[in-house]
């Protein structure tokens, strides 16, 4: 059995660098960044443009740019969701 731990480590290093090889290279190298999971660069981006629209909406009284904030910031909202790949599609799965 000494060699199943050795095995499972080896697929589990395996999958790492499949998944997302910026975070193995850096791991490998001793100064790792944040998985792909956390990394909220666009969602920050889009959440700033949604809301220099919603703003910009408000001060004008211009309601397509009220929506269209609103609908922005909500994209933004569904990207900071770490598990959003995990979740897979909107439907439940069928039943047999």
């Given amino acids: 059995m000494p060699g199943s731990d050795d095995q499972r480590l080896s697929e589990i290093e395996f ?19 944040p998985p792909r999971e956390y990394r909220y660069l666009r969602a ?15 001060v004008l009284a211009h309601g ?17 969701d770490p598990h959003r790949p995990a979740r ?3 439907c439940p799965p069928r039943r047999s």
């Fill in 44 to 58: 920050w981006l889009l959440l700033a443009a949604a809301l220099v629209l919603l703003v910009s909406g408000v």
């Fill in 15 to 33: 999958r790492l660098h499949r998944d997302d090889p910026r975070f193995a290279h850096a791991l490998d190298a001793g100064r790792p960044c």
């Fill in 88 to 90: 897979g599609g909107r």
């Fill in 64 to 80: 397509l740019l009220i929506a269209t904030g609103l609908v922005l910031a909500g994209m933004a909202g569904e990207l900071f």
